[in-house]
């Protein structure tokens, strides 16, 4: 099964002062193991959320929100998507992963959702539609 | 006891289990190298799990998990064989080999994990070994299936497996391999005997999904999950970045080559919006890497990141139509060369025919037409059918499209090809 392993944002990783170079090493080695385990698929980081904007959505209006975010724990500081057999193993992979941050911090893991998932809510136009999206998001 | 304390114990013992499976593959390739025996090192094992179920709960899961039970399997492998030392040791010759055993194993304590991991990997596809027998086995000590699980993927039955992974075992201890990843000139050999299993696993998954048993696809997940370690372990080897980029690409496609009622859809038909384009830019990543360290390169031509080039030209097209078939008649032009083989040829004209017209196609066919592989082959005069087709040359094309049906044992392909033949006029 495919999951997206996400670890939160912490003050630190918000004010941009939670990269070390000794974590980066140990978080080095860690993916390292994933690579050589064949359970890493990609990852990447995100940039502090100073950087990003929100767009509200109610009825009609869209109202546009500058960074930063005011409730840290709930913003997403970087992202893994592992392939692995089960939950338990995706588990087993996190606690050993090294401190993300200096402080007190937390990674979530969700399992990915496969169109299957939606197949009973999609109607013949959303399903081509949804192929078209796909198809041009597919140009390599 | 209460539920909840009952509760908490069962997920304790979960968490330490799923720890253990992390570690399972490590464990038995280094506890294999000390004892030269892998029924031996699976049970080493197995006793490191067990008592690590009694001491963890009590004294917390340890810092550096894997250490502590390759450090556990192994004190109890040097009792086991002083043990034995002991009783034997009028055997001077075995007494002498048996110390020098235990301490080796004890220099090795710390030796690097990863380099024994590999040499389990080669171990387990020796060429000694049959090739279905190194699919069990690498399965069974690598991938962690167990018997039942590897017997239901293989369409046997579970005695069969165990017989042919203990026979395997046997093989492989009679032989007095090393457990080590070989090096200089019998590396590219053995890499080979390697890659051609991995392949075969995932082969193995890929050509059942046609069918609703839902366990085989998963052997290509395990066969690409095989790979991606092969990969991060030899990083600097082209074909295994090639064959990477092949099951990659090819697992890309999964969902979309079979159709709701079961049927595999051919390529030309496939929605390619159900490509999975993760694994597709993996295997184009994974390509590019092998292409970088001369696997594609027109000297160091391996066949398996040729047909991951091939399977790329049709991940790059985003419709049939868009399929570049001039570079996909020159890859088989080279794949030809390093794996000769009648169906490459085949597959060769067809692709030749689709870039330079129908007439080129016809000219390499017949060049193979008499060969004792392709003889009752049903493709062969499919493919010639419908080079004469689009020649405008309908009625031998009709000839043809009917021979193709007859040879054919697939109901659906035979309806097909006489359709084909109806349309001749």
């Known amino acids: 099964m495919r999951v997206m392993v996400l670890v939160k944002a912490t003050d630190e990783s918000e004010n941009g002062s939670s990269n070390r170079p000794e974590m980066f090493e140990a978080m080095g080695r860690f993916n390292e193991e994933l690579v050589n385990a064949g359970v890493l698929l990609t990852a990447d980081g995100l940039t502090p959320s100073s950087k990003g904007k929100r767009i509200a959505f109610e009825g009609a209006s869209r109202t546009v929100i500058d960074g930063p975010f005011a409730e840290t724990r709930e913003l997403v500081a970087g992202f893994w998507i592992w392939e692995v057999k089960d939950m338990d193993e995706a588990v087993a992979w996190v606690r050993r992963c090294p401190n993300p941050m200096p402080g007190p911090s937390e990674i979530e893991i969700r399992p990915m959702a496969t169109m299957d998932d939606f197949q009973e809510m999609l109607t013949p136009e959303a399903k081509d539609i949804n192929d078209r999206i796909n198809g041009k998001l597919g140009a390599a | ?425």
């Open chain 2, 1 to 425: 006891m209460t539920a909840s304390e009952t509760h908490s114990a069962g997920e304790t013992n979960r968490a330490i289990e799923a720890t253990f499976r992390l570690e399972r593959a490590r464990l038995i390739a280094g506890l294999a190298r000390m004892v030269r025996d892998i029924d031996r090192a699976e049970e080493l094992a197995q006793d490191a799990l067990v008592i690590a179920l009694s001491e963890w709960p009590r004294t917390g899961v340890p810092a550096n998990p894997g250490a502590w039970l390759m450090t556990t399997a192994k004190r109890r492998a040097i009792d086991a064989i002083r043990r034995d030392g002991m009783r034997i040791r009028k055997h001077e010759e075995i007494a002498r080999e048996l110390d020098g055993a235990a301490e080796a194993i004890e220099t090795s304590m710390n030796e690097d994990l990863g380099d024994e991991l590999l040499g389990l990997i080669f171990t387990a596809c020796h060429p000694i070994l049959s090739a279905d027998a190194r699919a069990a086995l690498a399965l069974r000590v690598i991938g962690g299936l167990t018997t039942e699980e590897i017997a239901r993927a293989f369409l046997s039955n579970e005695p069969a497996i165990a017989q042919r992974i203990v026979r395997a075992k046997k093989t492989i201890g009679n032989a007095g391999l090393a457990f080590e990843a070989p090096r200089g000139a019998e590396r590219a050999a053995r890499l080979s005997s390697v890659l051609e299993v991995v392949y075969l696993i995932f082969n193995e998954g890929y050509v059942a999904t046609a069918g609703d048993d839902l366990v085989r696809p998963s052997l290509c997940q395990e066969a690409q999950r095989l790979g991606r370690m092969l990969a991060g372990m030899m990083p600097q080897d082209a074909e295994v970045f090639g064959l990477l980029a092949l099951m990659e690409i090819q697992a890309s496609r999964l969902s979309a080559r079979v159709g709701p009622d079961g049927a595999l859809v051919p390529l030309s038909e496939q929605n390619r919006t159900r490509w999975d384009q993760l694994l597709i830019r993996r295997g184009l990543d994974a390509l590019a890497r092998a292409e970088a360290l001369g696997g594609a390169t027109a000297d160091g031509c391996g066949p398996f990141a040729l047909q991951a080039a091939l399977a790329a030209c049709h991940a790059r097209a985003r419709r049939w139509a868009d399929t570049d078939w001039p570079r996909i008649a020159a890859l088989y032009d080279r794949l030809r060369v390093v794996t000769p083989s009648p169906v490459v040829d085949l597959n060769r004209a067809i692709a030749h025919s689709m870039a330079f017209g129908p007439e080129a196609g016809l000219a390499l066919v017949d060049e193979i037409a008499d060969a004792a592989a392709l003889r009752d082959y049903a493709p062969l005069p499919a493919a010639r059918g419908d080079f004469l087709f689009r020649a405008g040359r309908l009625a031998e094309a009709r000839c043809e499209f009917e021979a193709a049906a007859r040879l054919t044992r697939n109901a659906r392909e035979a309806a097909f090809l006489l359709a084909r033949a109806d349309a001749c006029g």
